[in-house]
């Protein structure tokens, strides 16, 4: 009776799964849909959500370049440094709210403009990795003319790289390379940020059928005052090909100026990134070549989605940078100041700061050009890692930022200091080319989507067992079957066994989570933002975690200088990330948690039908 028993709930268990895996696969966002990803992935980041450990991108530490690109890339790293420490104000361009001509002319004739366009267009044709070299020089220098130069070939003409005809980009990338025309990445409106699909700027086809008809604006564009060419997406009327209804389609078009109808706001005045130019673009009745579609007609989504994934490494090596260059600061003031007879790097408080600066940028580092060199040889799954790289980067540089300033003390809020410009400037990165609130849904929503997948079949594969009883345990091994027992431990350096085995003991302990989680609440998935949130931080320390290891081992095995240094950086790392995994894990669907999460959402119900902060002032008045 009691086999009986424990059969009836395996394959309840069983129908469960396949019902909510259905149901929460169903329920995922368009914007997350749209995301293709495979149903078997080499990614780690992928399968960790499995509880799975795919090792063969994470591990060995990937290293891309020739001996000829190392030479190449050595010789652009000093004039480059050269011309933002001797030439380049970044000081006098945040107070003037411009980057100057003279440094425009300069950075065009140092090729800045151009880095990635292959040198037959007359770009420099850098790799991913060279790229993110050079980008974290302006990151350390200028964060300003950093954006003013990412904008332009990070997203502003990066769709013609990536997505562009032959024609297309013999005819706009030596222009924009060479810096005589400037590129823009033109999506965001009034009523769409993060919901790309809302946009409402709207193109029709002449009755000839010879060009498309643009009207409609953009907010908040980088180098929209400047730009001669601009990357503008735009709602479409395309035919259904199973219904035969015309519906609204997002379609990505090439936009000059020079076409007539395209106006510009004044440049808007900023927090920070003053230097950079930002403004509103209007299109109206802007004549655009049917040559001029970029990509697929209908396909604009997909367009702008390719660009921004392919686009992201790049912020975690200019942060870098910058996290770089005030850690140096703050070291050398903490080594210059005396204070109770003592140099102020001696004390605990101190020391403990200087630490986790330097952690939080070694794993900025770590995930950046992990990122940048996988990417070069040819990886194509990377949408989850580039986000994780994205978040990280713009938390930690904030961090960075705000822990240079404490140890400074009244110094550090001093502008001399050039501490106060960093922060301002590093404020926006949490928020553009994709909130880190939405980009935490989607590292949760696509691992689960892949999870779910595989869920999905072994659900299937279990409603034809013979399956006896089942506990979360017992369900967890039936379900994932991978031995992850020498995954980690068997790829790294003898010293770092220690660290490995706490990345080991983490990967399965998410996998499962995700299993429950999944199973739980099926299409109820999207709607526990609360949960997804909480699993997004365990990607992005599982994920910067292993990076780390892999970095660290790579180091000890070519026997670096600083390997033993870094050995203490990655146990660091590795050490702090997986206790806050297991508690993270531990607490979050426990009735304690659970409940608090039905507090955030009635206090924030109530203060929203108040209008803000509700309770009573302690004096009554």
């Known amino acids: 009776m009691a086999s009986s028993l424990c059969r009836q709930v395996a394959k309840s268990c069983a129908n469960q799964a396949r019902k909510s895996v259905v149901q929460s696969m169903a329920a995922v966002p368009t914007t997350i849909q749209q995301r ?63 980057v100057p001509a003279d440094i425009m002319k300069g950075l065009a004739e140092l090729g800045a403009f151009g880095l990635q366009v292959p040198a037959s267009h007359g770009g420099l044709g850098l790799t991913n990795t060279q790229y993110a070299r050079l980008t974290e020089i302006v990151g350390a220098h200028d964060l300003g003319v950093g954006i003013q130069i990412g904008a332009h070939q990070s997203i502003g003409f990066k769709g013609i790289l ?143 989605m390719n660009i921004l994934n392919n686009g992201r490494f790049g912020m975690g090596a200019a942060l870098t940078g910058s996290m770089k260059k005030m850690i140096a600061q703050a070291t050398q003031f903490a080594t210059d100041r005396t204070q109770f007879n003592q140099k102020i790097e001696s004390f605990g408080a101190i020391q403990e700061k200087l630490a986790r600066m330097s952690a939080a940028c070694y794993m900025t580092e770590s995930i950046a050009y992990m990122l940048s060199s996988n990417m070069d040889r040819g990886v194509t799954e990377f949408q989850v890692e580039a986000a994780i790289g994205k978040v990280f980067a713009s938390e930690a540089a904030w961090m960075v930022a705000d822990e240079a300033i404490q140890i400074h003390g009244g110094m550090g809020f001093m502008k001399e200091t050039g501490l106060e410009r960093v922060v301002r400037d590093l404020r926006i990165f949490r928020i553009f080319e994709g909130t880190n609130e939405i980009l935490r849904l989607l590292i949760a929503l696509t691992g689960c989507q892949y999870a779910g997948v595989a869920l999905k079949q072994q659900a299937k594969a279990m409603g034809k067992l013979d399956v006896g009883a089942i506990s979360d345990y017992t369900r967890r091994q039936l379900f994932w079957s991978t031995d992850n027992s020498t995954g980690i431990s068997g790829s790294v350096h003898p010293d770092m066994l220690y660290a490995a085995k706490l990345a080991e003991r983490c990967v399965p302990a998410f996998g499962a989570a995700i299993t429950s989680f999944l199973s739980e609440h099926g299409k109820g998935i999207v709607d526990q933002q609360f949960a997804l949130k909480h699993y997004a931080n365990c990607a992005i320390d599982l994920y910067g975690m292993v990076a780390s290891i892999s970095r660290c081992s790579h180091a000890l095995e070519q026997g670096l200088p600083t390997a033993q240094h870094e050995k203490v950086l990655a146990e660091f790392i590795a050490t702090e990330s997986s206790t806050r995994i297991m508690n993270t894990l531990k607490s979050i669907g426990s009735i304690e948690q659970l409940d608090n999460y039905q507090r955030m959402t009635h206090l924030a119900k109530q203060m929203v039908e108040q209008g803000g902060y509700v309770a009573t002032h302690p004096l009554g008045f």
Not at 37 to 47: G, H, R, T, V, W
Not at 69 to 87: A, N
Not at 170 to 185: D, M, Q, R, T
């Open 162 to 304: 990536l997505c562009g005809t032959e024609e297309q980009k013999a005819k706009y990338l030596p222009k924009v390379a060479s810096g005589e025309w400037v590129a823009a990445f033109c999506l965001t409106e009034p009523t769409s940020g993060s919901d790309a699909n809302s946009i409402r700027c709207r193109a029709v086809p002449s009755e000839d059928g010879s060009h498309y008809i643009l009207n409609g604006g953009k907010i908040w564009i980088s180098n929209g005052s400047i730009a001669e060419v601009m990357t503008v997406f735009a709602q479409t009327p395309v035919k259904d090909e199973k219904t035969g209804k015309t519906v609204d389609k997002v379609t990505a078009f090439i936009v000059q100026r020079s076409f007539g109808g395209v106006t510009s706001g004044a440049p808007e005045k900023k927090m920070g990134i003053k230097a950079s130019n930002t403004s509103e673009v209007y299109f109206d009745n802007v004549k655009i070549p049917k040559e001029n579609v970029l990509g697929d007609y209908g396909k604009g989504f997909k367009v702008a």
């Open 36 to 98: 293709s990803i495979s149903d078997e992935s080499p990614s780690f980041a992928l399968n960790m959500f499995r509880g799975d450990i795919k090792t063969s991108e994470v591990f060995p530490y990937p290293q891309v370049l020739s001996g000829e690109q190392s030479d190449e890339t050595r010789m652009l790293v000093d004039p480059t440094t050269k011309f933002f420490e001797d030439v380049n104000d970044a000081a006098h361009n945040d107070d003037v709210a411009e």
